[in-house]
Nanobody, 125 residues
Framework: QVQLVESGGGLVQAGGSLRVSCAAS????????MGWFRQAPGKERQFVAA????????HYVDFVKGRFTISRDNGKNTVWLQMNSLKSEDTAVYYC??????????????????WGQGTQVVVSS
């Protein structure tokens, strides 16, 4: 079955950096658009970034542009989210998701079929 397993979350000070990873299995990884979403306590899940199947195209929500970078390696079935200049408001559980669609960009949660269990990121001010 399809599995998406996130890792790399943790506690970091404001202004610091963190890289979260998502390892995929049970699917043809290169056929899926991959996305990162996050959910803070008491808030709805929100789109953060997406990367196209071949990794050529990326799309970010405005509040992370210039700070976060999404990347993937189809040979390793892995997608990463590099987060720099972290702010306390970036504190959330970060989820990776996979969408078997060629349309672009994909930034709605309902467009993604598979989800990981999430990894917690806490940014202390």
């Amino acid at each position: 079955q399809v599995q998406l397993v996130e890792s790399g979350g943790g506690l970091v000070q404001a202004g610091g950096s963190l890289r979260v990873s998502c390892a995929a299995s049970g699917l043809t990884f290169s056929s899926y658009t991959m996305g990162w979403f996050r959910q803070a306590p008491g808030k709805e899940r929100q789109f953060v970034a997406a990367i196209s199947r071949g990794g050529v195209n990326t799309h970010y929500v405005d509040f992370v542009k210039g700070r976060f970078t999404i990347s993937r390696d189809n040979g390793k079935n892995t997608v990463w989210l590099q987060m720099n200049s972290l702010k306390s408001e970036d504190t959330a559980v970060y989820y990776c998701a996979a969408a078997p669609r060629s349309s672009w960009p994909l930034y709605e949660a309902y467009e993604y079929n598979y989800w990981g269990q999430g990894t917690q990121v806490v940014v202390s001010s």
